[in-house]
């Protein structure tokens, strides 16, 4: 492929990333929320719940439909501080986001896009996402909220 069809490829597949997060938000929130949330989020998502309880925080993992595995950090006040997808589709990332979709959907964005995962940085959260075509995978996490001593790398 050329590098005029891959500047277009690139701009095209972050157009798509952009268009995602800027639709309206209609969805309860869960980023930022109480652990109470994550039972919101599996009713509207019909999923299956495992909690896996760890050191500094807990994973609340959602099994969705069409292969797709949600996670939910949630520390140990009962705040979710951040969630990470993985699967054959993106899930509801309003369900996801809540109120941060829209601070994310406003976060600058380059023209100059090469291959590789969008990432956006705006204020004390954090959004990535990439993959391809039905392995797609993406977290988003509050810079503000890591437990101590949690590195995010741990949120995969």
Do not use: C
Request: proline share 4%.
């Amino acid at each position: 492929m050329n590098e005029p069809v891959r500047r277009k490829a690139g701009i095209t597949a972050l157009a798509a990333a952009m268009a995602l997060l800027a639709l309206p938000m209609t969805a309860r929130a869960t980023l930022g929320e109480a652990a109470e949330s994550v039972e919101r989020d599996r009713a509207q998502f019909h999923a299956r719940v495992a909690v896996r309880p760890q050191a500094r925080y807990s994973v609340h993992e959602l099994a969705l439909g069409a292969n797709v595995l949600v996670r939910e950090f949630v520390d140990s006040s009962g705040r979710v501080f951040a969630v990470t997808w993985s699967g054959q589709s993106r899930p509801d990332l309003h369900q996801l986001l809540g109120s941060y979709h829209a601070q994310l959907a406003q976060a600058p964005v380059s023209t100059v896009r090469r291959r590789g995962p969008v990432v956006l940085h705006q204020g004390n959260i954090v959004f990535e996402s990439g993959g391809h075509m039905r392995a797609l995978h993406g977290r988003a996490y509050l810079t503000d909220a890591l437990p101590a001593g949690v590195s995010v790398d741990e949120i995969r």
